[in-house]
């Protein structure tokens, strides 16, 4: 066993490992379940789960502290996707009220190698995305809603996430503790 | 992608998942069997698509062992950062991979406590690697042994036709 390991592009594998294994996931999951809705809501509450345990790795590698505004939410969950995804999206389309903003991703890590047939044109495929989103954010007190607007795959130019900040979430005893 | 995280938490959810659909079914049939078959079918697509990227600029094998020593050295540690520590064959086809600290099951704890939770976690890499061969043109079956975590043994048998 003497052959180099350096053989591979390791950054490469890793973004292609994650997107294969990702597309058989999903392809499993639409034998499974009887309609796209279905499926892209099994794909959110998949990736809410992956957040809530995402934002503990981001927060021990990055060290970084209290967001002080949305803004500052915005650009480290930006910094979150150029550590998870390799991709620098941008942030735009705030809202006038500054509640509301967007992710717009030039390309999608997660949609390369990917097709969608005609049938599953209304499956909301990136929806991992959102659902980390939300999970990693209610970790940190806060309650967002996350849905994709823009979609690459459906043939739009960029694909488009859209954040809408809820309210803070206020810490919960457990019943019977004071 | 820079982070493996991601494909940690990624094989995390789908055990999550097919488990937790597994349990719907089983509430129909009253079937009590943990089915990872389909955990394992996850694998097996993931493990053809994969191969095939992996090896799409390389010169052929020259055999059966040549084929094995790769997955052993340059593919384990693709996918798995590191190589398999011990390859063992009875050069009739039957070959036992060995991982001293297997990816997905040194996460876990390492007493006797989860071993029988131990088979969700490599059922994923039994499909990887038989898709893997499969592209290859071996066909073969894939089981895993699982002692002493993390350590772990991958048993392969080629069927020959």
């Given amino acids: 066993m003497s052959r180099s390991t350096t053989r591979f592009d390791t950054k490469k594998v890793n973004s292609e490992l994650v997107t294969l294994t990702y597309g058989a996931l999903v392809a499993q999951m639409i034998k499974d379940l009887d309609s796209t809705e279905d499926v892209s809501k099994q794909l959110e509450r998949l990736g809410y789960n992956m957040g809530v345990r995402l934002i503990e790795d981001f927060l021990a590698k990055t060290g970084t502290g209290r967001c002080l505004d949305l803004k500052d939410t915005a650009d480290k969950i930006q910094t979150a996707f150029r550590m998870y995804l390799g991709v620098q999206p941008n942030v735009a389309n705030w809202s006038a009220a500054g509640d509301e903003f967007s992710f717009v991703l030039d390309n999608n890590p997660l949609t390369d190698l990917v097709e969608l047939p005609e049938d599953l044109k209304n499956l909301k495929y990136c929806n991992l995305i959102c659902g980390a989103i939300r999970g990693a954010l209610e970790m940190v007190q806060l309650d967002v809603q996350s849905w994709i607007v823009q979609d690459q795959l459906k043939g739009d130019q960029n694909t488009e996430i859209r954040v809408k900040f809820i309210r803070r979430l206020e810490d919960a005893m457990p019943a019977g503790e004071d | ?161």
């Avoid at chain 2, 994969?50 to 059966?64: A, G, Q, S, V, Y």
């Avoid at chain 2, 997905?104 to 490599?122: I, M």
């Fill in chain 2, 1 to 161: 992608m820079a982070d493996e995280t991601l494909f940690e938490l990624l094989h995390l959810e789908i055990v999550n998942y097919v488990l937790e659909n597994n349990e719907i079914k089983n509430k129909e049939k009253e079937a009590k069997d943990e089915d990872l078959s389909v955990i394992e079918y996850i694998g097996f697509s993931t493990g053809f698509r994969i191969i095939e990227r992996l090896t799409k600029e390389m010169p052929r094998f020259k055999d059966e062992l040549d084929t094995m020593k790769f997955i052993c050295t340059d593919f384990w540690s693709a996918i798995y950062k590191k190589q398999i520590d011990n390859l063992r064959t009875n050069h009739q086809g039957v070959y036992v991979l060995q991982d001293n600290g297997f990816r997905f099951l040194t996460r876990l704890s390492n007493g006797k406590q989860y071993l029988e939770a131990a088979p969700r976690y490599v059922a994923f890499t039994c499909g990887v690697i038989r898709g893997s061969l499969a592209n290859l043109n071996i066909n073969c079956l894939v089981t895993a042994e699982v002692q002493n975590m993390p350590s772990c043994k991958f048993h392969i048998q080629v069927q020959r036709s």
